[in-house]
C-alpha cells in the first residue's frame, strides 16, 4: 500500500478548497426530516435478519467547561445533577433499540464520545454499562474494539482503572495545543503532566491503543510553538494521533465568537504547521493513513490500509466499517444498511420523545444506486489512495468512464497537475495528492455543487 506523502506548496495552494470531510456520503448536509423512526425500525429488522455485527456509538453531550474552538454538539454545565435524567433516558433508548436486534448480534466495536463521557460519575459509567451489557451482545476481555474519549483534566488513575474494568481498551485523549498562551485563547487549560499521567495510567492499565488529538490553526500559535507540542506529544508514543485544521466559522458554532480572529495564525503560518508536523511524525515512524490521521506501522488502522481493508464512517477512520453502526444519545448518527439516521440535537426534545416511548430520530437519508455507488468509489479513494475501476464496474454494472464523463476532464486536469495518475482502469493518487484527497472526492460528490462550500472546513 502507498505510504508516503510529499509536500507541494503549489499544488496545497491550487487545490486546498473547502469541502466535506466524508466520513459518509451522501454527507449528513443531505439529511432530512422525510426519515423517522420507521425507517429506523425497518432497517434494525433487516440488521437483526442478516445477523450482522454491531458499532455502537454512545454520545454523552455534557461538559462542565466550554472549549471556544469546540463544534460539537454539547451542554456547558458545572452542574452533574443533569447526568442522571439524561442517562435514564438514554437507557430507554437502548432498550427501545436493542428489542429489534438479536443477541446473536456482536458489538465488534463500542465508542463513547461528546461532549465528556467521564463527565459521568464512576456508578453513572457503572450503570451504563450494565445497561448495555444487559441489552446488547458486547464481548468479553479484549476480543472488542472498545474506546472512549477523555479529557484529561476529567480523569484521574482510578477513573482509567474503572474504564479498564468496564470493559474498554481504547481511549482517545483531547490535547489540541500544550502553549499555555494558546490555550488560555479556547479556554481551555490542561497541563503536559496531566496528559502524561493519563498515557501512563493507560499502559499500566494494558489499554490496547492511546490516540491523542491536536488542532493546528488556533488563535496565538506558530509554527515554533506547535513545533513544540508535537514534539512532547511524540515523547508519549500514542499509537495513533489526529492533527486536524480548526476550522473558525463563528456563524455556525456560537462558542467560536469568543476568540478573536486577529489571533488566528496567516494561512502560510498554518501551512508551516501542518508541513512542519507531518516531517516531525514522518522521522518518528508514523505513518500517514489520511484525512489528519497518523498512526504507528503496528497499529491496527495501518495494518488495515495495507491490506486493503480500511473504511470510514461516522467515527473516523475505521477496520469496522463492515458492521452497523448504530449512534445512541442526543445528536447521535447511525449507518445501518442503505440507512443513514440521526437523532434530534436538542436534549430537551431528545428527552421528551422518549418519555413518550418513541426513538428520537428527526432525520436521515436512505441511499439510492447512484449514492451506493459513489460512496463506493469516495471509500476507496479516501482509505486506499488508489481505485480500480473494475471492481466498481462489477459490483454497480457500469462502465466507469461512461459513468463520470462528466468529471473525466477534471481528473485529466488533476493527473496533469501530478495530483492523481489516471488511466483507462484505475487512479493512483500520488504522494503529492494524498493530503488533498478531499479534493479528488469532491469530484464524484453529486451533491456538493448545489451546496454552500460556507459549511465545510478547507482541506488543509
Not at 227 to 253: C, G, K, M, W
Request: with cysteine.
Amino acid at each position: 500500500m502507498p505510504t508516503s506523502i510529499r509536500w507541494d506548496t503549489d499544488l496545497i495552494r491550487r487545490y486546498d478548497m473547502a469541502g466535506p470531510r466524508y466520513t459518509s456520503y451522501p454527507t449528513a448536509v443531505q439529511f432530512h426530516d422525510g426519515v423517522g423512526s420507521f425507517d429506523l425500525l425497518h432497517a434494525l429488522r433487516e440488521s437483526r435478519k442478516a445477523l450482522r455485527s454491531l458499532s455502537l456509538y454512545v454520545h454523552v453531550p455534557f461538559c462542565a467547561n466550554i472549549c471556544y474552538y469546540c463544534a460539537c454538539n454539547k451542554v456547558i454545565t458545572k452542574d452533574r445533577g443533569r447526568a442522571l435524567p439524561y442517562l435514564e433516558r438514554l437507557e430507554k433508548e437502548i432498550e427501545l433499540v436493542a428489542c429489534h436486534l438479536d443477541q446473536k448480534q456482536v458489538v465488534e466495536q463500542l465508542h463513547f464520545g461528546g461532549g465528556t463521557p467521564t463527565f459521568l460519575s464512576h456508578d453513572e459509567l457503572r450503570r451504563l454499562m450494565k445497561c448495555l451489557r444487559t441489552h446488547f451482545h458486547l464481548l468479553d476481555g479484549n476480543l472488542g474494539d472498545y474506546s472512549i474519549e477523555i479529557d484529561p483534566r476529567e480523569a484521574d488513575w482510578s477513573t482509567m482503572g474503572l474504564l479498564r474494568e468496564l470493559g474498554f481498551n481504547r481511549v482517545s485523549l483531547g490535547v489540541q495545543d500544550l502553549d499555555p498562551d494558546v490555550q488560555r485563547a479556547v479556554n481551555r487549560l490542561q497541563s503536559l503532566e496531566e496528559t502524561r499521567a493519563i498515557v501512563e495510567a493507560a499502559r499500566t492499565l494494558q489499554y490496547r491503543s492511546v490516540n491523542i488529538d491536536l488542532i493546528y490553526g488556533l488563535p496565538k500559535q506558530t509554527p515554533e510553538s506547535f513545533a513544540r507540542t508535537v514534539r512532547e506529544i511524540i515523547a508519549l508514543q500514542p499509537d495513533r494521533l489526529s492533527i486536524f485544521n480548526y476550522a473558525h466559522l463563528p456563524e455556525r458554532f456560537l462558542p467560536q465568537r469568543r476568540i478573536n480572529a486577529a489571533d488566528l495564525p496567516a494561512p502560510g503560518d498554518k501551512l508551516a504547521m501542518l508541513h512542519d508536523s507531518i516531517e516531525q511524525l514522518t522521522a518518528a515512524g508514523y505513518r500517514y493513513i489520511g484525512m489528519d490521521h497518523f498512526a504507528l506501522p503496528d497499529d491496527e488502522l495501518a495494518m488495515a490500509q495495507e491490506d486493503g481493508s480500511l473504511q470510514r464512517n461516522f467515527q473516523g477512520y475505521t477496520t469496522h466499517g463492515h458492521c452497523d453502526l448504530i449512534g445512541l444519545g442526543v445528536s447521535a448518527i447511525s449507518q445501518i444498511g442503505d440507512l443513514y439516521s440521526q437523532n434530534d440535537s436538542d436534549i430537551a426534545r431528545y428527552q421528551n420523545t422518549l418519555d413518550q416511548d418513541q426513538l428520537a430520530t428527526c432525520r436521515g437519508l436512505v441511499c439510492n444506486d447512484d449514492d451506493r455507488l459513489r460512496r463506493a468509489v469516495i471509500q476507496r479513494l479516501i482509505c486506499d489512495f488508489q481505485l480500480e475501476f473494475t471492481s466498481i464496474e462489477k459490483t454497480f454494472g457500469i462502465v466507469f468512464r461512461d459513468y463520470f464523463a462528466d468529471v473525466w476532464p477534471s481528473l485529466e486536469q488533476m493527473a496533469s497537475d501530478k495530483l492523481i495518475q489516471l488511466s483507462d482502469t484505475r487512479i493512483d493518487v500520488l504522494p503529492a495528492g494524498r493530503l488533498l484527497v478531499r479534493s479528488v472526492c469532491m469530484l464524484f460528490d453529486r451533491y456538493l455543487p448545489q451546496q454552500s462550500t460556507k459549511r465545510f472546513s478547507r482541506v488543509i
